[in-house]
Each structure stands twice: as structure tokens, then as C-alpha cells.
């Protein structure tokens, strides 16, 4: 019987294989690029992680600004756009974006203290999603479901040190984190480059 659904021929399929080449290609063109980027995110990751209070400060003052940035983006784009629906509502996210922006630039200390609470409640919800999704899935996973369960007991005992912590924890968590981050990054990145390094 005929059918007019289309079907895959081996030309209009992706190839993949020349994708990861021009990739693979492209990261030992520029491995020094990469070489470079990785050994900035490793020291400033180094930073946050000595110093925590300032790299918490300049995550703040970061965060403010893009805040600030995408509100006055938001309200120019409203008032440029302002014949077409949902005007009212664009103004009101707009005006909330650059309100928001201004106080976490205006007190930073105030505002760290309101991203370490944001940042509890995130340890506490993907930590009881996590614990609850292992315990759905101990049978479907076998063994590996134990990871899951671990994973998500030590997010609640994250959570439980930072609140145990307050208001003191506000100084320091955002940036130690931040810089973890960061260091586990840049040795990726480094990692990455020597090894494009070798194969250029």
C-alpha cells in the first residue's frame, strides 16, 4: 500500500562523523585557545576558593548586573514594542528586572545573604528529588541506584551545614562553591587542550 510519509536515505541523514571531525579538528586548531581559558577559570577558581567572601561579593555584583542589564533591555523593548499584547506585562518584568538588579548592587552584602537562602532551598529540593527518585527506581537501576540516594543525602546535609551556618555562611558558600566550580572547570578545559595538543 503507498504512503507519502518520508523516508531517511542515508544522504539526508546527519553525519555524524564528519561533525565530531571538524570538531575534533577545530579543538586541535585552537588548543591553545582552550589551553588558555582553562588555566584563567583554574586560577580564578583558586581565588574564590582561598578568598570566598570576595568571589560571593563579585557573583552578587555579577548577578545585579545582568539583572540591571536585561531589566533597562526589557523596559527599551517594551516601549519600541509597545503596540503589540502582553505591553503592560513586558513593562512590569522590565521594571522588575532593573529593580532588582539596583538592590543586589546596591547592598551586596544584603543580597548575598538572599542568594545563600535561594541556594539552600535549591540543595533542599534537588535533594529530596533525588532521595525520592532513587527509592522509586532502587529495582529499575540495580545496583546504581545507590549513587542517586547518596547523591541526594549529601545535598541535604549541604543544606543543613549552610543553614546551621547562618547568617555567616552568607559570606563565604556562593564564592566557595563558584570556585569549585571554576577549578573543576579549568582542569577540564586543560585536560581538553593537552590532549588536542598530542593528536595536533
Known amino acids: 500500500m503507498p ?17 565530531q571531525r571538524a570538531v575534533a579538528d577545530a579543538l586541535r586548531k585552537h588548543w591553545k585557545l582552550y589551553l588558555a581559558e582553562g588555566v584563567l577559570l583554574l586560577v580564578l577558581g583558586i581565588v574564590a576558593v582561598v578568598i570566598p567572601p570576595l568571589a560571593t561579593l563579585a557573583v552578587t555584583i555579577l548577578f545585579g548586573w545582568l539583572f540591571l542589564i536585561s531589566g533597562i533591555m526589557g523596559l ?3 516601549f519600541w514594542m509597545r503596540a503589540a499584547p502582553g505591553f503592560w506585562w513586558s513593562l512590569i518584568s522590565g521594571a522588575l528586572g532593573v529593580l ?8 551586596p552584602a ?9 541556594l539552600i532551598a535549591f540543595f533542599v ?16 537501576l540495580s ?7 547518596m547523591s541526594g543525602v549529601v545535598d541535604l546535609v549541604l543544606s543543613v551545614l549552610l543553614i546551621a551556618g547562618l547568617p555567616g555562611t552568607a559570606a563565604w558558600a556562593l564564592g566557595l562553591l563558584v570556585g569549585i566550580n571554576m577549578v573543576f572547570g579549568g582542569m577540564a578545559l586543560i585536560a581538553m587542550a593537552l590532549n588536542a595538543r598530542k593528536a595536533a
Open 110 to 118: 544584603t543580597a548575598a545573604f538572599s542568594l545563600t537562602i535561594l
Open 143 to 149: 545496583g546504581q541506584w545507590g549513587w542517586m540516594l
Open 76 to 78: 527599551v523593548t517594551s
Open 3 to 19: 504512503t507519502d510519509l518520508p523516508t531517511n536515505t542515508p544522504a539526508q541523514q546527519p553525519d555524524v562523523a564528519k561533525l
Open 125 to 140: 529540593v534537588e535533594g529530596i528529588v533525588s532521595i525520592m527518585f532513587a527509592l522509586d527506581h532502587k529495582r529499575e
Open 100 to 107: 532588582v538588579g539596583g538592590m543586589l548592587l546596591a547592598q
